[in-house]
């Protein structure tokens, strides 16, 4: 039996001791090379590995140059204030895009207003319907402010507001006046006739000279008896004279006070078309101040301001037709002016 297999387990430990000895040095030398492992530099452009921004200095350069006062200031070529800066011309010609337009010195861009109304006026004549634009909403184009001399981005500045007026149409009320037979004193009775409105003048109690009539019904206290007539007049029916009686009456209708009618006494029922009046009113709209969708309703012979309620009233609607409207306007000086308007126009017919 050889040494070996006799001292087995003697053997066996020392090699044990041996390789744990191997292991420990190995472990030992690991450690004091880490040091050199960690404070190694990569190999490479060392612009790779920097982790600072490019150009983060001229951040608070930029911050700083905010507080500096800059501004803007202008020459003169000789009396003219010119930029001294350079940019990139506003207006140019649409048939030459390389040619800017001076608006001081050059051509009027709109014809009839001269390009130093716009600047005036801050307002941009680049477009090509800038005349008939609405800068400050108040229903007038920039062309009507300029002709009224008006300032075209104050809406509580603009031109007559009459210029705006359209008649629409009217409403009226188709009435007939009969008078009696004359009574003692020159009294008389009387009916009168508005549609399902009916008055009337019993032979009672007639009207004397002086008298006011009726006493109920929508023409209460309407009338003033003046007096009567008698003319000689041709009958057209028999192709000769005849005596007739006139009598004469006052309205006493607020807007219609002191117009006189003088109507024949006891008139064919059948005549009753050709004695009718009307009371008429003209029903308006104005396109300004945002108002055009509001009716106006104006009697005739009546004052009335505009807009509506307006607490002056320099406007008088003097006549309405079914084809057309008369308004007086009385301006500040005095003077009278009067203005005829279509039935479906806005504004006044030229004269």
Excluded at 48 to 60: E, L, R
Excluded at 112 to 134: E, T, V
Excluded at 188 to 193: A, I, L, P
Excluded at 314 to 319: I, L, Q, R
Aim: proline share 6%; glycine share 10%.
């Amino acid at each position: 039996m050889s040494w070996i297999s006799e001292n087995y387990e003697k053997a066996a430990l020392g090699a044990a001791v041996l390789a744990a000895a191997g292991l420990a040095y190995s472990g030992w030398n690991k450690l004091n090379s880490v040091d050199t492992d960690f404070g190694s530099v990569p190999e490479g452009p060392p612009a790779k590995s920097d982790p600072g921004v490019k150009s983060a200095d001229t951040v608070a350069k930029t911050k700083s140059s905010f507080q500096l006062k800059r501004e803007c200031s202008k020459g003169k070529d000789e009396e003219r204030a010119v930029d001294l800066f350079t940019g990139v011309a506003l207006f140019v010609n649409k048939n030459d895009l390389k040619t800017p337009v001076d608006l001081i010195e050059g051509k009027d861009v709109h014809s009839g207003i001269p390009n130093s109304w716009w600047i005036q006026y801050r307002i941009d004549p680049g477009f090509g319907d800038s005349p008939l634009r609405d800068e400050d909403e108040d229903g007038f184009s920039n062309e009507d402010e300029y002709a009224a001399k008006t300032d075209p981005s104050d809406k509580k500045d603009f031109p007559s507001l009459i210029n705006k007026l359209t008649y629409v149409g009217e409403e009226s009320v188709q009435w007939v006046l009969r008078p009696g037979f004359e009574s003692a004193g020159g009294s008389f009775t009387f009916t009168y006739g508005a549609g399902k409105e009916q008055n009337r003048v019993s032979a009672a109690n007639p009207v004397p000279p002086g008298g006011v009539f009726f006493e109920q019904g929508a023409a209460m206290g309407r009338f003033k008896l003046l007096g009567s007539e008698k003319r000689r007049v041709m009958n057209q029916s028999i192709q000769a004279e005849e005596d007739v009686t006139f009598v004469r009456i006052e309205d006493q209708k607020p807007n219609k006070k002191g117009i006189v009618y003088e109507i024949p006494a006891s008139f064919r029922v059948a005549d009753q078309r050709k004695h009718a009046r009307f009371d008429r009113t003209a029903v308006l709209t104005l396109a300004a101040l945002g108002l055009a969708d509001h009716e106006i309703k104006v009697e005739e012979n009546t004052s009335f301001s505009l807009p509506i309620g307006d607490g002056k009233k320099p406007y008088k609607m003097k006549e309405v037709t079914p084809n057309r409207i008369v308004i007086e306007f009385t301006g500040e000086d005095g003077k009278v002016q009067t203005f005829e308007i279509i039935k479906g126009a806005t504004g006044p017919a030229a004269p």
